[in-house]
């Protein structure tokens, strides 16, 4: 809403900020940091009461979770989703449509996590509802937002796979692109998912690649800027930034509740829906890959649980020894601030290294 005012810069000329991507991103992390900050203890309250005895813990799982986190309410990702949509609805540009296609897969991802965790809350059950019937769900949203990308963008570039290092190429992938588009929404919603373990494991890391890809997509965004790196210019796509700044302030509000011990947990409301949403920037800016590279610590949780579901069905052996990633490390013996804050750093490594690719082409 406030976008328009840079339309009574004529009248009044310090509203001419508000054109700035900048400006409205900056905007968008403060906005969303005091919302989550100032109804997030409300909120929790609520989901406390609610709740009752909170999310239900693995008993598979660590042996210390039974000890350490049974009671903590979930579903805070309602905390991240709201000051979002709070944040975006206030300073990002409404004629934009790469805002609404983003929003609308953050949102519909966020809606199936929704329900997985009143699943599991209500039933007081780890399983939720069926995992192919959520998947077929995550699935039928993103390959409706690559349709509408596909329709919205430039041609051939719109169905294209950019590849990293190299200039001026990109493979046409045509409808294939559907597919391909849908594997990397879902494959990132679902890999932050199986991140979120921990107390603060997966938000900063999903504050990282968001930093990350807002300085990538008003890159991307900016003819000038993208002609001189080389990228692939994407008229529209420097809104995203606003989003990215959204995500950023929302996750600090966050963070402050989810530090350990945490007060409340995201649950699937919030990570899938973080996924989500850091997928579908990606598959817009045309950085699907570095996407892998930034997004580097959610591709190894997956694939350890991968690796280690194939290894027991082929071999009835593990390669960990429990998998996700962070709780082989914890049966090794790390306490959990140290797998954290570890986790962490290997996510600023991963950050800096996929940033470094905007160069080196």
């Known amino acids: 809403m ?169 493979l046409d992938l045509g409808w294939f692109f559907l597919a391909f588009g849908a ?18 494991l997966a938000i900063v890391p999903v504050m990282i690649a968001a930093a990350s890809f807002g300085g990538i997509s008003w890159v991307v965004g900016n003819a000038v800027f993208a002609d001189y790196l080389q990228l692939n210019f994407v008229p529209g796509a420097g809104e995203l930034a606003v989003l990215c700044g959204a995500i950023l302030g929302a996750g600090l509000g966050f963070l402050w509740f989810n530090a350990p011990p945490a007060s409340v947990f995201m649950g699937d409301t919030g990570s899938l829906a973080l996924g989500g949403l850091l997928g579908s920037i990606a598959v817009v800016t045309k950085h699907e890959v570095v996407l892998g590279i930034i997004g580097g610590l959610f591709v190894l949780e997956a694939v350890s649980v991968i690796v280690q579901v194939v290894s027991f069905k082929l071999t009835g052996k593990r390669v960990f020894k429990m998998a996700p990633l962070h709780h082989h490390f914890e049966q090794l013996g790390w306490t959990e601030p140290q797998i954290v804050i570890r986790f962490w750093i290997i996510s600023v490594v991963l950050a800096l290294a996929g940033l470094s690719t905007l160069k080196l082409r």
């Open 183 to 200: 594997f990397i929404i879902v494959g990132a919603g679902n890999a932050v998912n199986l991140t979120d373990g921990l107390d603060g």
């Open 2 to 170: 406030l976008y328009w005012l840079a339309d009574l810069s004529d009248v009044f000329t310090a509203f001419n900020v508000f054109r700035y991507i900048t400006f409205r991103a900056a905007g968008a992390i403060v906005t969303a940091a005091l919302f989550v900050f100032l109804f997030g203890p409300t909120i929790i309250r609520m989901l406390r009461v609610k709740q009752g005895k909170g999310q239900p813990i693995r008993a598979d799982g660590p042996k210390s979770h039974l000890l350490t986190k049974v009671g903590t309410p979930t579903m805070g990702g309602l905390m991240i989703l709201s000051g979002l949509v709070v944040s975006t609805v206030l300073w990002a540009n409404p004629a934009n449509p790469y805002v609404w296609i983003v929003l609308g897969v953050t949102l519909g991802f966020g809606m199936i996590g929704f329900y997985d965790d009143y699943l599991k809350v209500t039933k007081q059950t780890h399983a939720g509802f069926s995992g192919k019937t959520r998947l077929a769900l995550e699935t039928l949203i993103a390959v409706m937002a690559c349709f509408a990308l596909a329709m919205l963008g430039r041609a051939p570039l719109a169905t294209s796979l950019a590849l990293p290092f190299v200039k001026d190429m990109v």
